[in-house]
């Protein structure tokens, strides 16, 4: 569709094909299901791989009858959902995943027609997005039905092998839940913001302690010490100390 105006995330554009990360780059991901249905390649294959990029699970469907038979198989948690479909139109779609389960539907539409609209709303959609659109407006709406309608989900994080709960205050390492004093809690959970990426010391102790703090010089280094030994990380260097900068955490 020439009058679509998809804006690339900078991870996507600068991707040649999936591949793995590496642990400099590693997405966050998150635990969520979302299932793209549109019948133009060209706008699956977008958020399919923009959409992954930011740590969801992505499946795509080209027309009405796919997405129900995914609906079943796939149970994705945000579906978005052309109007303009071959077949079963993206109205009846819609009624239809009301009917059959518990899922947030955002509308996608290149008409700017209020009564489509409201219609969309009436049999169950919970948000519309107009064609052209913005990746970070899109990304913006589906974050907000993970809040509004899945809030056990949005409160959790994957990175690595790490989950942050940031509800429960807990963290687990390969499903294990790790016994955390609320300092070392905070200090992990900022080293997992950006895993492979160093943070200076200035940084962390600002995050951590607050400006003002005027305790011990060495009360990083001894946090540090702290986690590495509840993470068991002699051999596995999880927590990596960055000379001259700060810390890292280093994904397995």
């Known amino acids: ?37 549109d019948d133009e390649q060209s706008i699956r294959d977008f958020l399919l791989f923009g959409l992954r990029d930011e740590g969801y699970d992505v499946m795509c469907a080209q027309d009405g009858e796919e ?6 198989s796939f149970k994705p948690h945000v579906v978005l959902l052309d109007v303009m479909l071959p077949g079963i139109d993206g109205f009846e779609v819609c009624r239809l995943m009301r009917a059959r389960a518990r899922v947030a539907i955002i509308m996608l539409t290149a008409r700017d027609d209020v009564t489509d609209r409201v219609k969309g709303l009436g049999i169950g ?25 899945f809030p056990e989900l949005s409160a959790v994080t994957r990175v690595g092998k790490f989950e942050v709960d940031k509800v429960q205050r807990l963290i687990r390492y390969e499903g294990v839940p790790i016994g955390l004093s609320k300092t070392e809690y905070a200090l992990l959970e900022i080293l997992l913001e950006t895993p492979g990426v160093a943070l200076t010391r200035e940084q962390i102790m600002s995050r951590v302690w607050g400006d003002d703090f005027t305790g011990e010089d060495n009360i990083l280094e001894v946090y540090i010490r702290y986690l590495r030994h509840k993470l068991h990380d002699t051999k596995r260097q999880l927590i990596r100390t960055v000379r001259g900068v700060g810390y890292r955490v280093d994904l397995q």
């Open 1 to 37: 569709m020439s009058d679509i105006r998809m804006i690339v995330p900078t991870s996507q554009a600068s991707r040649v094909g999936l591949g793995k990360s590496s642990s400099s780059d590693t997405p966050l991901v998150r635990p969520g299901r979302i299932l793209v249905v």
């Open 125 to 149: 959609a919970d948000d519309y997005v107009m064609k052209p659109f913005s990746f970070a407006e899109l990304k913006a709406r589906i974050e907000a039905r993970f809040r509004n309608q």
């Open 67 to 72: 997405s129900l038979e995914l609906l079943e």
